[in-house]
């Protein structure tokens, strides 16, 4: 199965030019799962509530997501990306999953950083896992968390315990922590993680962000299969076996998910 991420510069207001650039650097890529940063539609660094209004999209009629059906159909593959997502009258910090026959499924963030919660409601529902099959591949469960999330071991276990092989993680990380705590939370629960950062900044009157790419994919032993660079546009794509995932044993004697004193975490 060939999983990836795709690590790129999102600008902020416009995503005719957003979506180009992503399908731009996918045009001659084969892949099964591939991963875009969050918010990959809208950008980050919002200033005033009305811009979201004006930027986010529903699902249903998402110029964004059609474009993205339109190249998982093509290409009968899939992609879970990033979206600043409409819903009636709430907005949502999101992560879809688009199938090749254009279905989609949303997780919506439930750890919002700092000035997100100013903008965002945040997600009212656990994590949950999908299930995918490609022509290359056999069924597959997946998993959505965003950014922040990682920073909380619960949503990442969640998945795991919920079955998830690949935990995908679209991001807009502006510390230099998660790259490397990837490892622990691939390992921790012998998973493969994909995380797709962004990489520039924003610059919207007052207010600046640096954002610090090194986009990577951790395999179920805590190995870096690829790391990105800090400031370039990339795409990774690396073949992994999804069934390593699925041993949850790191000796004869020790298994993570069954040796696990649930009488003593009720806190």
């Not at 199938?99 to 919660?117: A, M, Q, T």
Request: aromatic content about 12%.
């Amino acid at each position: 199965m060939k999983i990836g991420y795709l690590q790129f510069k999102p600008e902020f207001g416009n995503p005719d030019k957003n979506i180009s650039r992503i399908t731009d650097m996918i045009s001659d890529k084969e892949f099964d799962l591939l991963v875009i940063p969050e918010l990959a539609n809208s950008g980050y660094l919002f200033i005033d509530k009305s811009e979201l209004t004006e930027l986010a999209e529903d699902t249903e009629n998402c110029k964004f997501c059609m474009a993205l059906k339109e190249i998982c159909i093509e290409k009968k593959t899939h992609i879970v990306s990033g979206l600043c997502e409409r819903s009636g009258n709430n907005i949502y910090n999101s992560s879809v999953l688009v199938y090749p026959d254009g279905n989609i499924s949303v997780y919506r963030k439930i750890h919002l950083f700092d000035e997100e919660k100013l903008w965002f409601v945040p997600g009212d529902s656990s994590p949950e896992v999908y299930e995918i099959k490609g022509d290359n591949f056999g069924k597959v469960k997946i998993g959505m968390m965003i950014c922040f999330d990682w920073f909380f071991p619960e949503t990442a276990r969640t998945l795991a315990l919920k079955g998830a092989q690949i935990i995908c993680h679209p991001s807009n990380l502006v510390m230099a922590y998660c790259q490397s705590a990837m490892f622990t939370r691939a390992l921790e629960n012998r998973v493969f993680t994909v995380t797709a950062n962004r990489i520039g900044y924003d610059v919207r009157e007052n207010k600046k962000l640096f954002f610090t790419g090194e986009s990577v994919i951790v395999s179920p032993k805590g190995e870096y299969l690829c790391r990105g660079s800090k400031d370039k546009e990339e795409i990774c794509i690396k073949d992994i076996d999804p069934d390593l995932a699925l041993n949850k044993y790191l000796n004869d004697r020790n298994n993570i998910f069954t040796d696990r004193k649930k009488e003593f975490y009720n806190l």
